[in-house]
């Protein structure tokens, strides 16, 4: 008999399946046209600083969500080690704010002049909308894997033999597409499949939506950077 995707979700994990499931979309998000122009060195520069004005408010929006995660971990998970990952990604997003005004300030950004464009507001709006005490653990820390997986898939790719990312670039590349950002993304999946192995039918299609919606926003982010 064929190994239908449950069978398959015990073994490989839930989140395996799902990328699986939509090939496509995966793709979409983490091969957009904005990182292979990164990668073949033809990015317009004007889209890459647009991208860092929108992205550094996308991620100090993206700070109280995480911390949203880390309390729910606190209070709801089965596992003490769940706490040390998400707390070592709010440690990185302290460092990560801190780049970006350092990366600004070298490309003449104004952080304090940018206004969120409506697909960054949309995206933020989504965050809040799971950050509220209804939204099981197990659902949000599935989101926050996603969010932080289609960005490491990204950079990475554009780091990888072969690739022609401007040196300039590369410092942004690596944030997001070094070995200790891959790691966390692992650590990340291996919580949301252990959540999901026990999470109920519900729960689980929850879990699934709001996955495929952030790849969605992603594509969504990227489109808008590109301009
Ligand atoms: C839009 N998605 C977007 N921005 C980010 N900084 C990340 C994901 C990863 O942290």
Redesign the pocket.
């Known amino acids: 008999m064929e190994a239908g995707l449950e069978q398959v979700a015990e073994v490989e994990g839930t989140t395996a399946t799902w990328l699986k499931k939509d090939p496509l979309m995966y793709t979409a998000a983490t091969r957009h046209p904005m990182i292979l122009s990164i990668r073949d060195g033809s990015i317009d520069l004007s889209s890459f600083k647009r991208w860092l004005g ?2 550094y408010l ?2 100090r929006a ?1 700070v109280p969500f995480v911390s949203s995660v880390l309390l729910k971990a606190c209070r709801e998970s089965d596992d003490n080690s769940d706490m040390e990952v998400l707390l070592s990604g709010l440690a990185a ?1 302290n460092d ?1 704010i801190a780049w970006f005004k350092k990366e600004a300030s070298k490309w003449g950004v104004v952080l304090s002049s940018i206004a969120p464009q409506k697909v ?1 507001e949309d ?1 933020c709006r989504f965050l809040e909308s799971l950050m509220g005490p209804d939204v099981e653990y197990t659902v949000a820390v599935t989101a926050l894997w996603a ?2 997986l ?3 898939q990204s950079f990475a790719y554009c780091l990888e033999e072969g690739s022609r990312t401007p040196p300039e670039l590369a410092e942004t590349c690596r944030r ?1 597409g070094n070995e200790g950002f891959g790691q966390y993304c692992r650590s990340l999946q291996k919580i949301a499949d252990r959540r999901l192995l026990r999470a109920t039918n519900e729960e689980l299609k929850k879990a699934q939506a709001v996955f495929f919606r952030v790849l969605e ?2 594509v969504e ?2 489109n808008m950077s590109r301009g």
């Open positions: 929108q992205d996308f991620v993206f997003l990560e960054n995206y969010i932080e289609v960005y490491q997001w926003h992603e982010f990227w």
